[in-house]
């Protein structure tokens, strides 16, 4: 039996009176990779943002159910929302490296969460390390992270996300801003990551789901209209909708 | 051919207004300069006014408005400043936000002698700082406030999302987000800003006019409570007030260039860091 790391029961969310999800539940396994796929708008990073609590800046959000990382119920209050997300991070869709160097994009959260001052250039050096970035940038840290190309600097976004240790990764259609190439290192680099951290990535792109994933959801209209093995999505799904949306009839 | 030459028209008619507005524009600069110039030098500068303001210069003017000018910067900068914060980046869209917005907006559009007589109401009176360039650079500030509140504000705005997003994702808090991102990444727009308005604050004459702006001082400003002496009134005393116009018409002239120069340069730096930040981007 896999271990879960997150889960959502029962959640509905809505944006003032309009419902994105319904009552939906999912369990995500630990240090896998779980793909959310489905049409625009289906609610597949409504899901994604709920669980770093990225909706708590929307006024009009209002979220029902429960929301669980192992055992910690994220949505009580007791837990302070800047340490669940430092223990789930997120990387957007558009790269947005902060506009200072790209040394000091990684350490400007170490900083916040106070890690020992002297262990920072180290950690930073681990990270990008890990993200297959600082053979190309280990000369020039100084420089300013917006310098980079698309490519690397969503790099440099997972490697501020990673630096920081975290226990989850959500990725929000990271590559849909990038060329093959560069999407190609990121997977590559997805595919590494999962070994230490639990992976949860929405995407529009089917091969690319077929490529990094061991576990597929697939959402429609707020719903989760199916949830299996990466194989059993794509070479047998069991729902009619799913079967047509991976064959390209719709979406 | 006809549609050509109706194009040619309009074109015409925009391009001549624009002229228009610029040869008057010339005019004014050409009048002051050519009459101010030739009272200005390094005495006219650094002098004060002597025989009854007929010779000398006009030294406690210049450090009455420079010292009016920084007293309505320390007062209205971080007030405004902070103000806009709240609005774009805490506050919710709410009935009692919009009513505040709008108040600012109209309190932009509040004629200046309005700010003066509740600048003497309120600082000059009630609070009894007497008519002193501390009362006076209060009631500047207060007149710039709105303005400041809203340029900041639009800097803020044009900041995306997904800069704030960055570091919120980080387990960054919100204030620390608004410190160490947002702000440092919308100041050029906040400078701009502050400066174009302390320019428009500087050649005011309205606000300070019963707030502690005085016709003469034999010396110098230098402790706040203490009247003062400032250009636009310096210009405007000597334009009309004075007993023997005609003879002071040069030293009018002179102040004028003075005024001008000062909120030029100021003008000149706004649209240098707005120049250097648009490569930026």
């Known amino acids: 039996m896999e271990e879960i790391k997150l889960s959502a029961r029962n959640l509905n969310l809505f944006f003032g009176n309009k419902q994105i999800l319904k009552n939906l539940s999912i369990d995500f396994p630990k240090n896998q990779v779980t793909s959310l796929i489905g049409p625009s708008g289906c609610g597949k990073s409504t899901l994604l943002r709920s669980f770093n609590r990225m909706h708590d800046l929307s006024p009009d959000a209002r979220i029902e159910g429960k929301l669980k990382m192992d055992e910690m119920d994220l949505y009580n209050k007791a837990n302070s929302v800047t340490e669940i997300r430092k223990r789930i991070g997120m990387v957007f869709q558009k790269p947005n490296p902060l506009p200072k160097s790209i040394f000091e994009n990684l350490s400007y959260a170490l900083h916040i969460h106070n890690f020992p001052k002297a262990e920072i250039p180290g950690l930073i050096e681990n990270a990008l390390k890990e993200s297959f970035l600082w053979d190309e940038v280990k000369e020039e840290l100084k420089k300013p992270a917006v310098k980079l190309s698309g490519g690397q600097q969503q790099r440099l976004c997972i490697a501020r996300t990673v630096v920081l240790r975290p226990e989850v990764i959500l990725m929000d259609e990271p590559c849909s801003a990038l060329d093959p190439i560069s999407t190609r290192k990121i997977e590559d680099l997805i595919l590494k990551l999962k070994k230490d951290y639990t992976i949860i990535i929405v995407t529009h792109n089917m091969q690319q789901a077929q490529r990094i994933s061991d576990k597929v959801a697939f959402m429609y209209l707020g719903e989760l209209i199916e949830f299996d093995s990466c194989e059993n999505i794509f070479s047998n799904p069991k729902q009619e909708l799913t079967k047509e949306y991976i064959g390209g009839h719709f979406g | ?281």
């Open chain 2, 1 to 281: 051919m006809k549609k050509k030459l109706l194009h040619a028209f309009d074109w015409l008619l925009l391009l001549g207004s624009t002229l228009l507005v610029c040869t008057f524009l010339g005019i004014i600069l050409w009048d002051i300069f050519s009459k101010g110039l030739p009272a200005i030098s390094w005495d006219f500068l650094l002098q004060y006014p002597t025989d009854g303001m007929t010779q000398g210069g006009i030294l406690p003017a210049v450090v009455g408005t420079v010292l009016l000018t920084f007293i309505t910067t320390l007062f209205a900068v971080p007030f405004g400043v902070a103000c806009a914060v709240y609005l774009n980046e805490y506050a919710k869209h709410s009935l009692f936000t919009n009513i505040i917005r709008a108040s600012i907006r109209n309190l932009a559009g509040v004629p200046s002698i309005i700010y003066g007589l509740f600048g003497l109401a309120l600082f000059v009176q009630a609070m009894k700082l007497g008519t002193s360039v501390l009362s006076a650079g209060l009631t500047l500030g207060l007149l710039s406030l709105p303005y400041i509140i809203i340029t900041t504000e639009e800097a803020l705005k044009r900041i995306p999302n997904s800069m704030r997003e960055a570091t919120l994702a980080l387990g960054v808090t919100q204030f620390e987000t608004i410190k160490d991102v947002i702000l440092p990444k919308a100041l050029p727009g906040i400078l701009t800003g502050v400066i174009l308005t302390l320019s428009r604050a500087a050649g005011e004459t309205a606000p300070i006019l019963f707030t502690g702006v005085a016709f003469y001082i034999n010396g110098v400003s230098t402790s706040i409570n203490q009247e003062f002496m400032a250009l636009p009134y310096h210009l405007y005393m000597l334009s009309t007030q004075h007993y023997a116009i005609e003879q002071v018409r040069p030293l009018a002239y002179g102040t004028a260039v003075v005024l001008i120069t000062l909120v030029f340069l100021l003008n000149i730096v706004a649209f240098i860091i707005r120049s250097k930040y648009r490569t930026q981007d």
